[in-house]
């Protein structure tokens, strides 16, 4: 009887996942259902997405070593040092009516970005939420006021290390070190009502140094979330002989962070995903049980030069241009929709099998790099 209780409630918080998306229900039930006989396109309706993606700028002040800038696809893509047109944005910007959420995301850091502050207020025109991610470099005094005043509803900001020299190490520059970007966050914390969410890849070269991380953060009063990020493995990695975390080492960092919080009594402060939580996660469980990737059906980003990605990880695949033909033409464009086929059809890009652990149906399909290794 337990067990069936355990079970809906399990349920129920998946089906939470969907509430008030009418249009993500149904397009995830009919690929589920029908599999590669699915449509290739995906619905219109804005309010039945998460969010929309935005990538300003691929202009980064650090150089992190887990970083896809460092991939050499990517390099040959020739799209990174690149700012998004402010003018041509500022056409499109209208189209965001009807999104619940806009993200500042992608391969850059966007607090570089000369226009980053008339960019949140446009979105903020159209949409009643905004994110940004920044490694919290450049969050000065001056720009936690500007980034408030813009709209930021959501800080989400990057640390992957919380012992002394170890932001260096591993993202490239001493601007990264903790006593420098420590006050920043305190200051934004004190002064402003956002929530704030640290993010941190977890890899077996950084574990052990994130393990003074609550500790180091219990002052820091707007953070509520602490989310651990498992390493997408990357071909620099590899190379550079750099492994992912195993499971006993990630289950023991999420341990002591949860008792460290209990002992601290940090009511306001989850850890996302929670130690003890074996969630049922639309986009990752479809993965693993149907070895079908929803992402490029329910999650739009567009990167600076107003191409539509198959998704955030894939940033050096251009599909259909959404500055150029409007969000719903690009959305279900010619390229976006043949992408989609293909996966529906487990015709997956080695990326996909590399970075995600998809299957391909192709027997001649070459090893994954975690295969390889
Ligand atoms: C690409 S960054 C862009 C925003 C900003 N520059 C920053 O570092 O926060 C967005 C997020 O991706 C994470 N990230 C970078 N490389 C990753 C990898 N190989 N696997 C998983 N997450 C990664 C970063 O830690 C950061 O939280
Ligand atoms: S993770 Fe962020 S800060 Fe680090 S190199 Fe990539 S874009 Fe730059
Ligand atoms: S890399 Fe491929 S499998 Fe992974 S999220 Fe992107 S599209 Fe999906």
Known sequence: MEKIKEKNEKMKKFMAKFEGMPERVAKYIEVLLLGKDASPTSWIDKSSFREI???????CN???????????EVQNQNILGKDMDFERFKKFAPELKGFKKAHLGGLGEFLTYPKIIEVIELCRKYVPELVL????????KDMTHKLAKAGVTYLETSIDSFEKGGQEKYRGFGIAELDKILPNLQYFSDNTSIPIQVNSVVSALNVDSLYPAID?????????????IKLFMTQFMVKQGIKRATSEQYKNLLLHWKER??????????IYPDVDEVELDPVITMKQKHNICFSPFEAPFIRYDGYFVPCGIMSHVGLDNAFDLGFEKAWNGPKFTQFRKNILAAKYPQWCKDECDLRSSCELAKPTIHEKN
Do not use: F, Q, Y
């Open 62 to 72: 650090l150089a992190c070593l887990w970083c896809h800038r460092r991939e050499t």
């Open 133 to 140: 991610t920044t490694n919290s470099t450049l969050l000065t």
């Open 53 to 59: 993606a935005i990538n300003p700028t691929t202009k």
């Open 261 to 270: 919080i209990k002992v601290l009594g940090l009511k306001n402060l989850k």
């Open 216 to 228: 180091v953060l219990k002052d820091i009063k707007n953070l509520v979330v602490m989310h651990t």
